[in-house]
């Protein structure tokens, strides 16, 4: 599977192979942009200084994500926006959960791969997590998080995770680490390694991330915040003590996730021009490619103005390839702990906000045609030999939102290569 790239892999060598992951394998795509957690539902870390009203999460997958997006504040929230990528979500807990293995690091290599493959795990600490060095360095193992939201653009990339954390060792491994204790303009305090994104090659903490992991705070116990700059800090601490308009706030933004499925447990969230037809192709392709609109437009019209899509994966979904000693238990058995409405099988889940229901109608109509007639354009193949097509119409929880399900079969990763390779002509306009 193609990974997600970054552009300054760290210095130290990765150590052995059971505990390394090689992104290219574990990330579906081609570029990284977005993630958090939000405070909405938590209280700052117990510091002497400003602490928020407490609200409790939702255990709905939508509420759990919405919480998160709730701490990107509106300011970088519209440079998300204006990049075209929103945000990328993980449930990994549930994830795990849905297919029996346990979350005590007790699982590595390939069964790793096929398990959390399929998710959306952007940050740059799930590119090194697994090596020892990495979890001496900043007290935790990302894939032993529960949750994960990347968004921002680079550089001024924002990475939460919530769930699976210590206190006592993230503090105890950022002091040996060379972290030095701030406190922000309300009181809380931060771990800072550089403030302005300062790298120091000699500095285990800048040798991950190139600087992306400079800055830390616990915005409680089990909510984690990175980020290059100590102001983007401080405005996370901000939003989660004063609130504010979000991320959770910009346009279609609530409406697509709150018409997500309880199963889903990974999610992309960008822009409807993001998946505009107006990419950069070769002549030739962009000849085939008009062609392509005209005969789409004779057939069922125009594509209507989308706002936001949202692209997740449902529970129990996984990449095909060999496994090790430690197989995951099947969907399904009893070592399974079971998922709501684990039946049949995980899907992806595809949703548009427009700006009315029947715009929300006719986006679900020209998506099925197009899905059905076109073609790649990263593989020349039918669109329809990607992945089956289940369904295409209004969602019932919201008719402004046109709802579009597809089956992978067993390439559980092609919907971030879809994604993060712009090859989404059926919902563009």
């Not at 029996?100 to 791969?113: H, K, P, R, V």
């Not at 300062?198 to 990175?226: C, H, I, K, M, R």
């Not at 437009?297 to 095909?320: E, H, L, N, Q």
């Amino acid at each position: 599977m193609a990974g997600i790239i970054f552009t300054h892999p760290p210095t130290r060598q990765r150590s052995s192979i059971n505990a390394r992951l090689n992104r290219r394998q574990l990330l579906a795509g081609s570029a990284a942009l977005a993630s958090t957690i939000a405070l909405g539902s938590s209280a700052i870390a117990q510091t002497p200084g400003a602490t928020p009203a407490a609200s409790p999460v939702s255990n709905h997958p939508a509420g759990k994500l919405d919480s998160l997006l709730t701490l990107i504040p509106a300011g970088q929230a519209a440079k998300a926006a204006a990049s075209g990528v929103l945000f990328y979500y993980a449930d990994l807990e549930t994830q795990l959960k849905s297919m029996g293995i346990a979350q005590d690091g007790s699982f590595t290599g390939e069964n790793l791969i096929a398990a959390l493959g399929p998710l959306a795990l952007a940050s740059q600490a799930f590119q090194y997590a697994l090596q020892p060095e990495f979890v001496d360095t900043f007290g935790f193992n990302a894939f032993d998080t529960h949750r994960s939201l990347f968004a921002g653009v680079p550089p001024e990339d924002i990475s939460i995770f919530q769930g699976g954390l210590d206190r006592d060792k993230l503090i105890a491994a950022w002091k040996a680490s060379g972290y030095k204790p701030k406190k922000t303009a309300l009181g809380t305090e931060f771990w800072t390694a550089g403030e302005n994104g300062e790298l120091d090659l000699s500095s285990p903490v800048s040798q991950y991330g190139a600087g992306a992991l400079n800055n830390a705070v616990l915005l409680d116990n089990d909510t984690l915040v990175f980020a290059r700059f100590a102001r983007l800090i401080e405005e996370i601490v901000k939003q989660a003590v004063q609130g504010g308009p979000s991320l959770a706030d910009q346009p279609g933004v609530a409406p697509v996730v709150n018409t997500l499925s309880d199963r889903m447990v990974s999610a992309i969230g960008v822009t409807g021009s993001f998946a505009s037809t107006e990419v950069r192709v070769t002549p030739a392709e962009q000849k085939r490619l008009t062609a392509q609109m005209a005969e789409s437009d004779d057939a069922v019209g125009k594509m209507p103005r989308v706002d936001v899509i949202v692209f997740g994966i449902d529970a129990g979904m996984t990449v095909s390839m060999p496994t090790d000693s430690a197989t995951p238990a099947a969907v399904g058995s009893p070592e399974a702990s079971p998922v709501a409405n684990l039946s049949g099988s995980p899907l992806v889940e595809v949703r548009m906000h427009t700006g009315s229901d029947a715009d929300a109608a006719k986006v679900a109509k020209v998506v099925a045609w197009r899905w059905v007639h076109m073609d790649s354009q990263q593989t020349g193949n039918p669109y329809s030999g990607l992945m089956k097509l289940v369904s295409a119409d209004v969602s019932p929880a919201d008719p402004t939102v046109a709802a579009i399900d597809f089956d992978p079969g067993d390439a559980g990763g092609r919907w971030q290569r879809m994604v993060n390779t712009r090859d989404l002509l059926p919902f563009g306009s």
